[in-house]
């Protein structure tokens, strides 16, 4: 999921956006943690980020940013031992089908984590 983007004075934001120039910068994660607080018992369990590996020289790239934050919340009761669903920081996003998705690599991780967890049900609030 693309979790940051910058969005023009009117409301316009990335391909739809003309100019060079943006107003605010809206970051969905931010959104997530807002709505995840509003939820009994819910919690963040883990933060990556998914790199696109796509960023020219300078680090900057249009309206688009070159990273995705990954979060994982839960409204479970049981404790996250340490070395479970051991996977990296920072992950390669690999092929997609969409621009701003998060790539197979990206979601293989999240889905094998998942899996080891018997988690049976998966909430994507911006799919």
Not at 32 to 51: E, Y
Request: with cysteine.
């Amino acid at each position: 999921m693309q979790t940051d983007v910058k969005v023009t004075r009117d409301g316009q934001h990335g391909r739809n956006a003309s100019g060079g120039s943006y107003w605010q910068w809206l970051d969905k994660a931010y959104l997530a943690l807002q709505a995840a607080s509003q939820v009994p018992r819910a919690r963040l369990l883990w933060h990556r980020v998914i790199f696109s590996g796509q960023l020219q020289a300078g680090g900057r790239s249009g309206f688009s940013a070159g990273y995705t934050h990954y979060l994982c919340f839960t409204t479970g009761d049981t404790d996250e031992a340490l070395d479970r669903g051991a996977f990296p920081d920072v992950i390669r996003k690999g092929l997609s089908t969409w621009t701003s998705g998060s790539g197979a690599h990206a979601v293989q991780l999240a889905c094998s984590y998942l899996k080891a967890q018997g988690i049976q049900t998966v909430v994507d609030p911006f799919c």
